[in-house]
């Protein structure tokens, strides 16, 4: 009977002290993660996606391009940069916003990688050093 309550009261401890997400499967490689699109940062409204897909492709490199061209190329000279947003056309604006967004994704990406990488390295035991 006593030996029955020690047992009952080591997997009540064991219980409270397990952290609750260790049920959860955290993958060994970065591209075999689960991808949930409700957690994205864009608002995507449910029957809409597709429309918004669409509007946040045309939209957000196109503004994406004129703050390139206002900030760096213009240099802030709004005469500069009425100029050249005259002579420019849509398509060469939304062109260099969608290469700007383009390689910040990239670059976050690969930030996303080293630090799954990081923190799966850190995860896994680590050996002792012994002396042959």
């Known amino acids: ?22 049920h959860v499967h955290i993958p060994k490689k970065f591209t ?11 608002f995507f409204p ?25 900030f760096y190329v213009a240099e802030g000279h709004i005469e500069l940069f009425v100029s050249l947003n ?14 700007i967004i383009a390689t910040l ?3 976050w990406i690969v930030k996303m990688s080293i630090g799954f990488a990081n923190e799966s390295r850190k995860s896994t035991t680590k050996k002792q050093f012994r002396r042959p």
């Open 1 to 22: 009977m006593i030996a029955s309550q020690i047992m009952d009261r080591r997997m009540t401890e064991s219980t409270k002290t397990r952290p609750e997400n260790a």
């Open 32 to 42: 075999q993660q689960n991808v949930d699109l409700a957690e994205t940062p864009l």
């Open 46 to 70: 449910e029957g809409f996606e597709k429309i918004f897909i669409l509007i946040y492709f045309i939209i957000l490199p196109y503004i994406a391009g004129l703050f390139f061209l206002f």
């Open 86 to 99: 005259d002579e420019s056309s849509f398509m060469l604006t939304w062109a260099i916003g969608y290469e």
């Open 105 to 107: 994704i990239m670059l």
